[in-house]
Protein backbone atom coordinates (compact mmCIF):
# COMPACT_ATOMS: atom_id res chain seq x y z
CA UNK A 1 0.00 0.00 0.00
CA UNK A 2 1.05 3.08 -1.11
CA UNK A 3 0.41 5.88 1.40
CA UNK A 4 1.48 9.54 0.60
CA UNK A 5 1.33 11.78 3.97
CA UNK A 6 0.73 15.59 3.23
CA UNK A 7 1.26 18.43 5.36
CA UNK A 8 2.51 22.17 5.14
CA UNK A 9 2.38 23.79 8.81
CA UNK A 10 4.24 23.11 12.30
CA UNK A 11 2.03 21.42 14.10
CA UNK A 12 0.84 19.24 11.28
CA UNK A 13 4.51 18.71 11.38
CA UNK A 14 4.47 18.11 15.15
CA UNK A 15 1.36 15.69 15.03
CA UNK A 16 2.35 13.66 11.62
CA UNK A 17 6.54 12.67 12.30
CA UNK A 18 5.86 10.05 14.68
CA UNK A 19 2.98 9.20 12.10
CA UNK A 20 5.65 9.29 9.37
CA UNK A 21 8.11 6.75 11.66
CA UNK A 22 5.65 4.14 12.10
CA UNK A 23 4.76 4.08 8.57
CA UNK A 24 8.47 3.40 7.85
CA UNK A 25 8.65 1.17 10.40
CA UNK A 26 5.37 -0.74 9.22
CA UNK A 27 5.91 -3.91 6.49
CA UNK A 28 4.00 -3.55 3.30
CA UNK A 29 3.40 0.10 3.56
CA UNK A 30 5.03 2.62 1.22
CA UNK A 31 5.41 5.49 2.75
CA UNK A 32 5.73 9.04 0.61
CA UNK A 33 5.73 12.37 2.62
CA UNK A 34 4.98 15.31 0.53
CA UNK A 35 4.90 19.09 1.90
CA UNK A 36 2.79 21.75 0.99
CA UNK A 37 5.44 24.52 2.64
CA UNK A 38 2.17 26.48 3.68
CA UNK A 39 4.74 27.61 6.30
CA UNK A 40 8.25 27.78 6.02
CA UNK A 41 10.78 28.11 8.58
CA UNK A 42 8.25 27.09 11.28
CA UNK A 43 8.22 24.09 9.47
CA UNK A 44 11.76 23.56 8.85
CA UNK A 45 12.37 23.17 12.29
CA UNK A 46 10.15 20.67 12.86
CA UNK A 47 11.61 18.15 9.85
CA UNK A 48 14.79 18.88 11.09
CA UNK A 49 13.90 18.03 15.40
CA UNK A 50 12.48 15.00 13.70
CA UNK A 51 14.89 14.36 10.96
CA UNK A 52 12.60 13.31 8.44
CA UNK A 53 13.50 14.03 4.79
CA UNK A 54 10.36 14.88 2.74
CA UNK A 55 9.87 13.51 -0.95
CA UNK A 56 8.23 16.25 -1.99
CA UNK A 57 8.13 20.06 -0.97
CA UNK A 58 5.72 22.12 -2.67
CA UNK A 59 7.06 25.63 -0.99
CA UNK A 60 3.97 28.13 -1.36
CA UNK A 61 4.65 29.87 1.18
CA UNK A 62 4.23 33.76 0.59
CA UNK A 63 4.93 36.61 2.98
CA UNK A 64 1.11 37.94 4.69
CA UNK A 65 -0.44 34.40 1.99
CA UNK A 66 -4.26 34.54 2.09
CA UNK A 67 -6.46 31.91 2.50
CA UNK A 68 -7.48 31.72 -1.39
CA UNK A 69 -3.58 31.71 -2.17
CA UNK A 70 -3.17 28.99 0.18
CA UNK A 71 -5.66 27.13 -1.63
CA UNK A 72 -5.36 27.09 -5.09
CA UNK A 73 -1.48 26.91 -5.16
CA UNK A 74 -1.83 23.76 -3.24
CA UNK A 75 -4.96 22.39 -5.87
CA UNK A 76 -3.07 23.29 -9.12
CA UNK A 77 0.05 21.69 -7.41
CA UNK A 78 -1.12 18.56 -6.06
CA UNK A 79 -2.85 17.39 -8.97
CA UNK A 80 0.30 16.46 -11.02
CA UNK A 81 1.72 15.05 -8.10
CA UNK A 82 -1.14 12.81 -7.41
CA UNK A 83 -1.01 11.40 -11.15
CA UNK A 84 2.76 10.57 -10.46
CA UNK A 85 3.24 9.12 -7.07
CA UNK A 86 -0.33 7.36 -7.69
CA UNK A 87 -1.10 7.01 -3.53
CA UNK A 88 -3.59 4.20 -2.76
CA UNK A 89 -4.28 6.93 0.14
CA UNK A 90 -3.46 10.54 1.48
CA UNK A 91 -3.09 10.83 4.97
CA UNK A 92 -4.10 14.84 6.14
CA UNK A 93 -4.07 15.98 8.99
CA UNK A 94 -6.21 18.34 11.25
CA UNK A 95 -7.79 21.58 10.06
CA UNK A 96 -5.47 23.80 8.14
CA UNK A 97 -6.33 25.30 4.53
CA UNK A 98 -2.91 22.75 3.93
CA UNK A 99 -5.48 19.91 5.35
CA UNK A 100 -8.52 20.90 3.25
CA UNK A 101 -6.51 21.45 -0.15
CA UNK A 102 -4.89 18.40 0.21
CA UNK A 103 -7.62 16.07 0.36
CA UNK A 104 -9.49 18.13 -2.13
CA UNK A 105 -6.99 17.46 -4.74
CA UNK A 106 -7.04 13.86 -3.45
CA UNK A 107 -10.49 13.49 -3.78
CA UNK A 108 -10.45 15.05 -7.37
CA UNK A 109 -8.06 12.38 -8.38
CA UNK A 110 -10.54 9.71 -6.87
CA UNK A 111 -7.90 8.61 -4.28
CA UNK A 112 -9.12 7.67 -0.66
CA UNK A 113 -8.35 10.36 2.18
CA UNK A 114 -7.41 9.22 5.50
CA UNK A 115 -8.18 12.10 8.57
CA UNK A 116 -6.12 12.07 11.24
CA UNK A 117 -7.23 14.18 14.20
CA UNK A 118 -10.90 13.62 12.40
CA UNK A 119 -13.68 14.87 14.56
CA UNK A 120 -13.24 18.13 16.14
CA UNK A 121 -16.00 20.53 16.56
CA UNK A 122 -16.63 23.77 18.06
CA UNK A 123 -20.05 24.25 16.34
CA UNK A 124 -18.95 27.79 14.98
CA UNK A 125 -17.75 28.24 11.46
CA UNK A 126 -16.45 31.24 12.25
CA UNK A 127 -14.35 30.01 15.54
CA UNK A 128 -11.77 28.77 14.91
CA UNK A 129 -11.72 30.36 11.56
CA UNK A 130 -11.39 29.02 8.85
CA UNK A 131 -10.24 25.79 10.98
CA UNK A 132 -13.71 24.55 11.96
CA UNK A 133 -14.74 24.66 8.10
CA UNK A 134 -11.55 23.30 7.10
CA UNK A 135 -12.14 20.58 9.35
CA UNK A 136 -15.47 19.95 8.92
CA UNK A 137 -15.06 19.74 4.61
CA UNK A 138 -12.07 17.54 5.59
CA UNK A 139 -14.29 15.08 7.14
CA UNK A 140 -16.54 15.00 4.61
CA UNK A 141 -14.58 14.09 1.62
CA UNK A 142 -12.12 11.55 4.00
CA UNK A 143 -13.05 7.85 3.76
CA UNK A 144 -10.88 7.10 6.96
CA UNK A 145 -11.44 8.77 10.23
CA UNK A 146 -8.79 8.50 12.57
CA UNK A 147 -10.65 10.08 15.84
CA UNK A 148 -8.29 11.47 19.06
CA UNK A 149 -11.08 11.01 21.70
CA UNK A 150 -14.60 9.60 22.05
CA UNK A 151 -15.54 12.87 21.68
CA UNK A 152 -14.58 13.48 18.36
CA UNK A 153 -15.98 10.08 17.43
CA UNK A 154 -19.45 11.07 18.93
CA UNK A 155 -19.13 14.71 16.70
CA UNK A 156 -18.68 12.46 13.24
CA UNK A 157 -21.41 9.65 14.35
CA UNK A 158 -23.97 12.90 14.66
CA UNK A 159 -22.89 14.34 11.46
CA UNK A 160 -23.82 10.91 9.58
CA UNK A 161 -20.35 9.93 9.15
CA UNK A 162 -20.69 6.84 10.33
CA UNK A 163 -18.40 4.23 8.68
CA UNK A 164 -14.32 3.70 9.04
CA UNK A 165 -14.49 5.52 12.37
CA UNK A 166 -11.11 4.68 14.20
CA UNK A 167 -10.32 6.24 17.96
CA UNK A 168 -6.59 6.35 18.28
CA UNK A 169 -5.68 9.04 21.31
CA UNK A 170 -3.69 12.31 19.62
CA UNK A 171 -0.31 11.77 17.67
CA UNK A 172 0.43 14.42 19.52
CA UNK A 173 1.09 12.71 22.78
CA UNK A 174 3.60 10.21 20.62
CA UNK A 175 5.41 13.20 19.99
CA UNK A 176 6.68 13.43 23.32
CA UNK A 177 8.57 10.01 23.61
CA UNK A 178 11.22 11.38 21.01
CA UNK A 179 11.29 14.87 22.59
CA UNK A 180 11.02 15.59 26.10
CA UNK A 181 14.03 14.77 28.88
CA UNK A 182 14.67 15.48 32.11
CA UNK A 183 18.19 17.15 32.03
CA UNK A 184 17.36 18.78 28.88
CA UNK A 185 19.73 21.75 27.63
CA UNK A 186 17.86 24.48 25.56
CA UNK A 187 19.43 25.23 22.14
CA UNK A 188 18.02 28.86 22.64
CA UNK A 189 20.33 30.85 24.52
CA UNK A 190 17.01 32.67 26.12
CA UNK A 191 15.76 29.93 27.82
CA UNK A 192 18.94 28.81 28.96
CA UNK A 193 19.59 31.99 30.86
CA UNK A 194 16.18 31.61 32.75
CA UNK A 195 16.01 30.28 36.35
CA UNK A 196 13.38 28.09 36.02
CA UNK A 197 14.16 27.11 39.37
CA UNK A 198 13.44 30.24 41.36
CA UNK A 199 11.44 31.54 38.88
CA UNK A 200 7.72 30.91 37.76
CA UNK A 201 7.60 31.02 33.90
CA UNK A 202 4.46 31.63 31.94
CA UNK A 203 4.92 30.23 27.96
CA UNK A 204 2.75 32.53 25.98
CA UNK A 205 1.58 31.94 22.31
CA UNK A 206 -1.26 33.69 20.37
CA UNK A 207 -1.49 33.66 16.22
CA UNK A 208 -4.82 32.66 15.47
CA UNK A 209 -6.57 34.76 12.43
CA UNK A 210 -9.68 35.60 14.44
CA UNK A 211 -7.39 36.88 17.23
CA UNK A 212 -5.52 39.10 14.70
CA UNK A 213 -5.82 43.18 15.46
CA UNK A 214 -8.39 44.11 18.97
CA UNK A 215 -8.12 40.48 20.45
CA UNK A 216 -4.82 40.09 20.20
CA UNK A 217 -4.02 43.29 21.30
CA UNK A 218 -6.10 42.94 24.79
CA UNK A 219 -4.01 39.69 24.86
CA UNK A 220 -0.79 41.94 25.02
CA UNK A 221 -2.25 44.46 27.49
CA UNK A 222 -3.24 42.29 29.84
CA UNK A 223 0.25 40.25 29.40
CA UNK A 224 1.71 43.69 30.06
CA UNK A 225 -0.24 43.97 33.07
CA UNK A 226 0.46 41.02 34.87
CA UNK A 227 4.49 41.23 33.97
CA UNK A 228 3.96 44.45 36.02
CA UNK A 229 2.06 43.07 38.37
CA UNK A 230 4.50 40.06 39.01
CA UNK A 231 7.60 41.35 38.56
CA UNK A 232 9.54 37.84 39.82
CA UNK A 233 7.90 35.94 37.18
CA UNK A 234 9.38 35.22 33.20
CA UNK A 235 6.92 35.84 30.61
CA UNK A 236 8.44 33.69 27.54
CA UNK A 237 6.34 34.39 24.41
CA UNK A 238 7.89 32.45 21.10
CA UNK A 239 6.33 35.23 18.59
CA UNK A 240 4.81 33.49 15.45
CA UNK A 241 6.30 34.63 12.30
CA UNK A 242 3.14 36.16 10.89
CA UNK A 243 4.11 39.94 10.58
CA UNK A 244 0.65 40.45 11.74
CA UNK A 245 0.95 38.87 14.52
CA UNK A 246 4.93 40.27 15.19
CA UNK A 247 3.60 43.95 14.58
CA UNK A 248 1.23 43.68 17.23
CA UNK A 249 3.38 41.94 19.73
CA UNK A 250 6.35 43.79 19.69
CA UNK A 251 4.31 47.03 19.45
CA UNK A 252 3.01 46.72 23.35
CA UNK A 253 5.48 44.20 24.88
CA UNK A 254 8.80 44.61 23.73
CA UNK A 255 9.96 47.37 26.38
CA UNK A 256 8.36 44.81 28.98
CA UNK A 257 11.55 43.69 31.44
CA UNK A 258 10.44 40.16 32.31
CA UNK A 259 8.60 39.33 29.04
CA UNK A 260 11.26 37.67 26.51
CA UNK A 261 9.66 37.89 23.08
CA UNK A 262 11.58 35.32 21.06
CA UNK A 263 11.51 33.86 17.85
CA UNK A 264 9.52 30.34 17.35
CA UNK A 265 11.44 27.57 19.62
CA UNK A 266 12.00 24.34 17.73
CA UNK A 267 9.72 21.51 19.14
CA UNK A 268 12.37 19.86 21.78
CA UNK A 269 12.80 23.25 23.12
CA UNK A 270 9.02 24.16 23.09
CA UNK A 271 7.98 20.66 25.05
CA UNK A 272 10.47 21.15 27.29
CA UNK A 273 9.77 24.72 28.06
CA UNK A 274 6.41 23.69 28.39
CA UNK A 275 7.48 20.52 30.99
CA UNK A 276 9.34 23.93 33.31
CA UNK A 277 6.25 26.18 33.06
CA UNK A 278 4.38 27.56 35.61
CA UNK A 279 1.19 28.18 33.73
CA UNK A 280 0.75 28.48 29.71
CA UNK A 281 -1.49 30.96 28.36
CA UNK A 282 -2.13 30.21 24.33
CA UNK A 283 -5.21 30.64 21.36
CA UNK A 284 -3.22 27.73 20.17
CA UNK A 285 -4.72 24.04 19.32
CA UNK A 286 -1.71 21.84 20.39
CA UNK A 287 -1.00 23.74 23.13
CA UNK A 288 -3.94 23.02 24.82
CA UNK A 289 -3.21 18.55 24.32
CA UNK A 290 0.20 19.32 25.36
CA UNK A 291 0.17 21.24 28.50
CA UNK A 292 -2.55 18.67 30.34
CA UNK A 293 -0.10 16.16 29.52
CA UNK A 294 2.71 18.04 31.97
CA UNK A 295 -0.42 18.96 34.39
CA UNK A 296 0.37 22.37 33.61
CA UNK A 297 -2.93 24.87 33.74
CA UNK A 298 -3.93 26.39 30.73
CA UNK A 299 -5.42 29.31 29.96
CA UNK A 300 -7.04 29.61 26.54
CA UNK A 301 -7.24 33.26 24.92
CA UNK A 302 -10.53 32.15 22.57
CA UNK A 303 -14.11 32.36 23.42
CA UNK A 304 -14.81 28.44 22.56
CA UNK A 305 -12.95 25.78 21.58
CA UNK A 306 -12.63 22.04 20.17
CA UNK A 307 -11.18 20.67 22.92
CA UNK A 308 -13.47 19.92 26.00
CA UNK A 309 -11.68 17.00 27.76
CA UNK A 310 -9.31 19.02 29.31
CA UNK A 311 -11.59 21.62 30.42
CA UNK A 312 -14.41 18.82 31.57
CA UNK A 313 -10.60 17.51 32.89
CA UNK A 314 -9.97 20.91 34.43
CA UNK A 315 -6.43 21.81 33.76
CA UNK A 316 -7.80 23.91 30.86
CA UNK A 317 -9.76 27.18 31.42
CA UNK A 318 -11.11 28.85 28.03
CA UNK A 319 -11.27 32.60 29.30
CA UNK A 320 -12.06 34.48 26.13
CA UNK A 321 -9.99 37.73 24.48
CA UNK A 322 -10.93 40.59 27.09
CA UNK A 323 -8.29 42.12 28.79
CA UNK A 324 -9.80 41.97 32.46
CA UNK A 325 -10.67 38.81 32.11
CA UNK A 326 -7.45 37.39 31.15
CA UNK A 327 -5.67 39.50 33.73
CA UNK A 328 -7.65 38.11 36.26
CA UNK A 329 -8.30 34.32 35.54
CA UNK A 330 -4.01 34.60 35.22
CA UNK A 331 -3.86 36.33 39.13
CA UNK A 332 -6.09 33.65 40.53
CA UNK A 333 -3.64 31.39 39.33
CA UNK A 334 -0.78 33.23 40.87
CA UNK A 335 -2.09 34.09 44.27
CA UNK A 336 -4.38 31.32 44.88
CA UNK A 337 -2.35 28.07 45.41
CA UNK A 338 -5.51 25.66 45.89
CA UNK A 339 -7.19 27.33 42.36
CA UNK A 340 -3.76 26.28 40.93
CA UNK A 341 -3.30 22.74 42.48
CA UNK A 342 -7.10 22.13 41.12
CA UNK A 343 -5.89 22.91 37.78
CA UNK A 344 -2.16 21.59 37.86
CA UNK A 345 -3.33 17.72 38.11
CA UNK A 346 -1.60 16.03 35.80
CA UNK A 347 -5.08 14.58 33.35
CA UNK A 348 -4.54 13.53 29.89
CA UNK A 349 -7.30 12.95 27.97
CA UNK A 350 -5.56 12.86 24.89
CA UNK A 351 -3.96 9.59 24.67
CA UNK A 352 -1.36 7.46 25.66
CA UNK A 353 1.53 8.00 22.78
CA UNK A 354 0.38 4.93 20.40
CA UNK A 355 -2.00 6.71 18.40
CA UNK A 356 0.63 6.30 15.60
CA UNK A 357 0.38 2.52 15.84
CA UNK A 358 -2.90 2.13 16.01
CA UNK A 359 -3.74 4.44 12.87
CA UNK A 360 -0.74 2.28 11.05
CA UNK A 361 -2.75 -0.63 12.51
CA UNK A 362 -6.56 0.29 11.19
CA UNK A 363 -4.94 1.29 7.50
CA UNK A 364 -2.94 -2.84 7.74
CA UNK A 365 -6.38 -4.10 8.28
CA UNK A 366 -8.24 -1.57 5.82
CA UNK A 367 -5.84 -2.65 2.97
CA UNK A 368 -6.67 -6.25 3.70
CA UNK A 369 -10.02 -4.97 2.59
CA UNK A 370 -10.02 -2.30 0.21
CA UNK A 371 -6.60 -1.98 -1.31
CA UNK A 372 -5.38 -5.78 -1.93
CA UNK A 373 -7.85 -7.95 -4.69
CA UNK A 374 -10.33 -5.58 -6.11
CA UNK A 375 -8.97 -1.69 -6.22
CA UNK A 376 -10.56 0.25 -3.95
CA UNK A 377 -12.16 2.61 -6.58
C1 LIG B 1 -1.68 28.33 9.99
C2 LIG B 1 -3.01 27.59 10.01
C3 LIG B 1 -3.54 27.50 11.43
C4 LIG B 1 -2.49 26.94 12.38
C5 LIG B 1 -1.20 27.71 12.24
C6 LIG B 1 -0.13 27.05 13.06
C7 LIG B 1 -4.52 27.89 8.09
C8 LIG B 1 -5.49 28.78 7.43
N1 LIG B 1 -3.99 28.35 9.22
O1 LIG B 1 -1.95 29.65 10.42
O2 LIG B 1 -4.68 26.67 11.44
O3 LIG B 1 -2.97 27.08 13.69
O4 LIG B 1 -0.78 27.68 10.86
O5 LIG B 1 0.92 27.91 13.33
O6 LIG B 1 -4.22 26.84 7.60
N2 LIG B 1 5.17 32.76 8.15
C9 LIG B 1 6.52 32.81 7.92
N3 LIG B 1 7.25 31.67 8.11
C10 LIG B 1 6.72 30.50 8.52
C11 LIG B 1 5.34 30.48 8.76
C12 LIG B 1 4.58 31.61 8.55
O7 LIG B 1 7.06 33.83 7.56
O8 LIG B 1 7.44 29.52 8.68
C13 LIG B 1 4.37 33.99 7.92
C14 LIG B 1 4.13 34.30 6.43
O9 LIG B 1 4.15 35.67 6.22
C15 LIG B 1 2.71 33.76 6.22
C16 LIG B 1 2.09 34.10 7.55
O10 LIG B 1 3.09 33.84 8.52
O11 LIG B 1 2.07 34.35 5.13
C17 LIG B 1 0.82 33.35 7.91
O12 LIG B 1 0.97 31.95 7.70
P1 LIG B 1 -0.35 31.05 7.44
O13 LIG B 1 0.07 29.64 7.32
O14 LIG B 1 -1.18 31.64 6.37
O15 LIG B 1 -1.20 31.27 8.76
P2 LIG B 1 -0.94 30.83 10.25
O16 LIG B 1 -1.48 31.89 11.13
O17 LIG B 1 0.45 30.38 10.41
N1 LIG C 1 5.44 25.16 19.13
C1 LIG C 1 6.80 25.11 18.84
N2 LIG C 1 7.54 26.26 18.92
C2 LIG C 1 6.98 27.44 19.26
C3 LIG C 1 5.59 27.49 19.53
C4 LIG C 1 4.85 26.34 19.44
O1 LIG C 1 7.35 24.04 18.54
O2 LIG C 1 7.72 28.45 19.30
C5 LIG C 1 4.65 23.92 19.02
C6 LIG C 1 3.76 23.59 20.18
O3 LIG C 1 4.44 22.85 21.17
C7 LIG C 1 2.67 22.77 19.53
C8 LIG C 1 2.54 23.40 18.16
O4 LIG C 1 3.76 24.12 17.95
O5 LIG C 1 3.09 21.44 19.31
C9 LIG C 1 1.37 24.34 18.14
O6 LIG C 1 1.42 25.07 16.97
P1 LIG C 1 0.57 26.36 16.72
O7 LIG C 1 0.21 26.98 18.03
O8 LIG C 1 1.34 27.18 15.76
O9 LIG C 1 -0.70 25.81 15.97
P2 LIG C 1 -2.10 25.21 16.45
O10 LIG C 1 -1.84 24.05 17.32
O11 LIG C 1 -2.82 26.32 17.12
O12 LIG C 1 -2.76 24.84 15.17
Known amino acids: MKVLVVFGTRPEAIKMCPLVYKLKEAKGIECVVCLTGQHKEMLRQVMDAFNIKADFNLEIMKDRQTLTSITTTILESMEPLLKEVKPDIVLVHGDTTTSYAAALAAFYQQIPVGHVEAGLRTGNIYSPFPEE????????????????????????????????????????????QYTVEDDYQFASKKLRDIDFKSCRVVTVTAHRRENLGEPLRNICRAIKRLANEYPDAAFVYPVHLNPFVRETVFDILSDVSNVHLIDPVDVLDMHNLLARSFIVMTDSGGLQEEAPHFGKPVLVLRTETERPEAVEAGTVKVVGVDENAIYSAAMTLFDDSGAYSAMAQAV???????ASERIVDALMGVSATHFYGEAYR
Open 133 to 176: MNRLMTDRISTYHFAPTEKNRNNLLAEGIAKNLFVTGNTVIDAF
Open 348 to 354: NPYGDGK
